[in-house]
């Protein structure tokens, strides 16, 4: 599959065979620092941690993040069908019941609509899509269809920005209690719960993205894949912000 072609992301670089390949700290390294365009810095974000988003933008934000939350099974899912990997297989499905539920455990889907209450949406709004932006539903979509076409190395290994993730889950358990008294508290349970589970799966996934890319050439692909990612998500709050000035 061309990530070139098939979602016009940036090309990735030729690299001549006898190119020395990064060492596996060099590699993490170089995938770590890929955090400098993560969506936490995007200027709307960066307004709602600050307390400058108004309740209509927090709600918008709210309903149209939940159109990524349910796709995020059928990414994960995507990801099983293609791997023949029985061990990876055993660790990759916890994503799926950690999002879907099981048993008593209401998964992260229903945390997310448990947010969207403590905001003031109703379940109808948030459960009917009506409030998701034509942008968003591209990015999310683009995303999935990734997965599905993607050798399921280079899909764990776009799942890596879940490397930055914990981070902008802290700020806001930190700054919205504060700027946004108004949502109800229990609402936040989704960002506390994240905070381990990505930097479980970050161990996972960076290992299989260590293990797999080796070559100069496969690591230079690496972090197209996981610039894609990064514009996947940054390109979702350009949306945002534009639907809910």
């Not at 988003?53 to 993040?65: D, F, Y």
């Not at 796709?71 to 061990?87: G, M, S, T, V």
């Not at 108004?182 to 960076?206: K, M, N, T």
């Not at 293990?211 to 945002?240: G, V």
């Amino acid at each position: 599959m061309d990530l070139n072609d098939t979602f016009g992301t940036a090309p990735v670089r030729d690299v001549a065979p006898t190119e020395p390949a990064w060492t596996r700290e060099e590699f993490e390294a170089q995938l770590r620092a890929k955090g400098a365009a993560y969506h936490i810095h995007h200027p709307f974000n960066v307004r709602m941690n600050t307390g400058g988003a108004s309740p209509e933008q927090i709600r918008g934000w709210v309903a149209n993040r939940f159109y990524y939350q349910i796709k995020i099974p059928l990414k994960d899912a995507a990801i099983l069908a293609n791997c023949p990997d029985r061990e990876t297989r055993r660790l990759w499905v916890l994503r799926i019941l950690d999002h879907d539920g099981y048993g008593d455990n209401e998964g992260g889907i229903e945390a997310w609509a448990r947010l969207g209450d403590a905001v003031g949406l109703s379940r109808d709004d948030l459960w009917s899509l009506k409030l998701v932006t034509p942008g968003v539903r591209f990015a999310v979509d683009a995303y999935v269809n990734f997965a599905r076409r993607a050798p399921w190395q280079e899909a764990v290994c776009s799942s890596l920005t879940e490397m930055f993730a914990p981070q902008i889950h802290k700020d806001r358990l930190a700054s919205w209690p504060e700027h946004y008294p108004w949502i109800e508290p229990q609402g936040l349970a989704y960002f506390r719960s994240r905070i381990a589970l990505a930097q479980r799966d970050v161990e996972h996934g960076l290992k299989v993205t260590l293990d797999h890319f080796r070559r100069r050439d496969q690591q230079e692909r690496a972090l197209t894949i996981l610039q894609f990612k990064l514009d996947i998500l940054w390109s979702m709050l350009d949306s945002i912000e534009k639907a809910f000035p």
